[in-house]
């Protein structure tokens, strides 16, 4: 192929140059002119003249705003027919209208401010209850009425009446001065008890002293199990079952050392 | 005349339109466009409504109207093939065969017709960038931009018809 001939293409191009680049005819670059001439001064005032939205936009815009205003002038004639309603009745006197009310609000929380400042919550507190509440209400709480008393005196009753049924109660549980030795004497002979004191044939004299010393420790011959205190007696019942278990135990053994049971 | 042309001078406009007009419309026809003087209208009133989106000096302005040419004679392509019409005989117009019978005159428009002979067997990317480089005088850069090509392409394009020239050149020989 080779590398086409230098000359050649410079004439080539000379040639093409010559034949294509050739102006246009005065009357197509006229006509050309005035159609640039015209665009350049649309795009100008395209340019200048900004529109803000399309027209489905600007129609949403001002539907939108109809409705707005139409739902304004509804409410706005709605209040205006009720004012009138109001007013004509309480005209008419078929309805009372407060006169200032905002001034009574006003007194009534100047009255409640004084009470509040005049006393001393708490050195009195049912009282200066009762007096605020008094200045809140408008003096409509009876002042003869005095509920602080009355819940005093109710609270004296209920102590006095609490104090004398414990006093009842407590005598029919049968409590005495020597509850705290009946107490210690349970103690004790659960201790002796498990210690293991009578082991090797002394069961049955555990059992009978303290039999023994459970029948001193109740100096009335009362009858009544239920007349001791209740930790003493279930631990002196205890300590007796206790002994004569052990007892019995002990009995086993000096038959079994012995061969014949022990005389009592 | 660029920042001229952007504050509405017409003296602007029409200073442009004759600097580039010639060589646009060479390149309309020498690309065999159906009716090269209302592309050119067309292309020219393009310029001046996309004027405000263009950002460069003079050089690259003449690339940008040329690249709007380009793309308008594409644009008529595709119209002429979707209604397809009968192709005219001439490739040489008559515009450029001028209207004497002189021997010059004669001579010049049998290089012409040998001209247009010689590009009608190139290919189209071959005669767009051979015609960008020569009627334009684009840049091998610029004429890439134009054609939508990376610069090697636009080489390798120009090389080969380059050479499909000088093969013809030789035969005529």
Redesign the interface.
Known sequence: ?????QE??TG??E???????????EA??A???A???A???T??DQ?IISVPAPAHGLKEALVTRFRTAALGIKLAALTLVAALATGGLATAGVISLPDSLPGVASDRAKAVHEAIDGSDPSAERCAFGHRVAEAASDGAANPEENGCDSAEAAAEDAGAEDAAGKSVEAQQNGATPEEGAGQAFGDSVSDRASGGEPKDGGGREFGESVSDEAQQLVPRPTPQPQAGPETGETQSQEAQGTGETHSQGGREIAESRGGGPPQD | MLSAARSRADWAWAGIYRELAPPVLGYLRARRAADPEDLLGEVFLQAVRDLKRFEGDEDAFRAWVFAIAHNRLLDAARRQRRRPRVEPEATVDEHSLGVGDSEEEALAALAEKRVAAMIARLSPDQQSVLLLRILGDLTVEQVARVVGKRPGAVKALQRRGLATLAREMSDDA
């Open positions: 192929m080779g590398n086409p001939p050649d293409l080539f191009a040639t093409v140059r010559e034949a294509y680049i050739t102006p246009p005819d197509v670059e006509r050309h002119l159609a640039m001439a665009e350049a001064h795009v100008s340019t």
